[in-house]
């Protein structure tokens, strides 16, 4: 698989339930970052958490970062309809300053 | 909140033609990007640009493809000679800080017939 690959592709949830998506990736990074993309809209950063952290919170997000396993996952908390969006996970290399994107998980939170 | 902000919103142009996509990034920040999406694809690197140049490019950005940053404000991508797999979206991005966030543009939806 290609660096930063999300899993699931798609999810679907009702509205009030938790959404959780994970990000698997290659080789070391120095951060990970997520960001959500409303349908043909730009892309919003979300959270970012650096290799030495392990768990971060920010709102209804949590994010978790496993080095060791190369992965992450993004866990939205009491989903509401606006939280209906692309979510992807983007890493830099060990050198150089380049995120590379995943293929993203649609998420539809149904009301 | 500061924004980058990305015209034309949408491009349509013939095949062989030049386009310019524009974008005017957050006034303080140091680091810029172009990235693309063809649609329902996954977003996709083509150049990052610090102090003046280009500090790297994909295998994407071939000749065809060129970055300026004429006037300290603007930034741009021309496509010299456009072809039919360039209509994608194209996101122009900033950053503020060596591997901090990005900050997105809109996009310029570019449709190459």
């Known amino acids: 698989s290609q660096q930063g690959e999300e899993d699931p592709q798609a999810l679907s949830i009702q509205e009030g339930e938790n959404a959780t998506m994970n990000c698997s990736y290659k080789t070391s990074i120095n951060n990970l970052q997520w960001y959500r993309q409303n349908s043909g809209r730009g892309l919003v950063h979300l959270i970012l958490i650096r290799s030495n952290e392990r768990e971060k919170h920010s709102g209804r997000l949590r994010v978790t970062l496993d080095t060791s396993k190369k992965s992450s996952s993004l866990l939205i908390t009491a989903s509401r309809a606006a939280d209906t969006a692309s979510y992807f996970c983007?890493?830099?290399?060990?050198?150089?300053?380049?995120?590379?994107f995943g293929g993203g998980t649609r998420v539809l939170v149904k009301p | 909140e500061p924004e980058v902000t990305q015209t034309p919103s949408h491009q349509v142009t013939q095949m062989g033609q030049e386009v310019i996509l524009r974008c005017v990034p957050i006034s303080n920040h140091l680091y810029f990007y172009w990235y693309r999406q063809i649609l329902g694809q996954k977003v996709e690197f083509l150049v990052s640009?610090?102090?003046?140049?280009?500090?790297?490019k994909s295998e994407i950005f071939d000749d065809q493809f060129s970055v300026e940053r004429p006037d300290g404000s603007n930034f741009t991508l021309k496509i010299r000679s456009t072809k039919l797999e360039d209509s994608a979206m194209y996101f122009c991005?900033?950053?503020?800080?060596?591997?901090?966030?990005?900050?997105f543009g809109s996009g310029t939806q570019l449709s190459v017939l």
């Open positions: 991005a900033s950053q503020d800080g060596f591997r901090e966030k990005l900050f």
């Open positions: 640009f610090y102090n003046n140049e280009i500090s790297e």
């Open positions: 983007a890493t830099d290399g060990a050198a150089g300053n380049k995120l590379t």
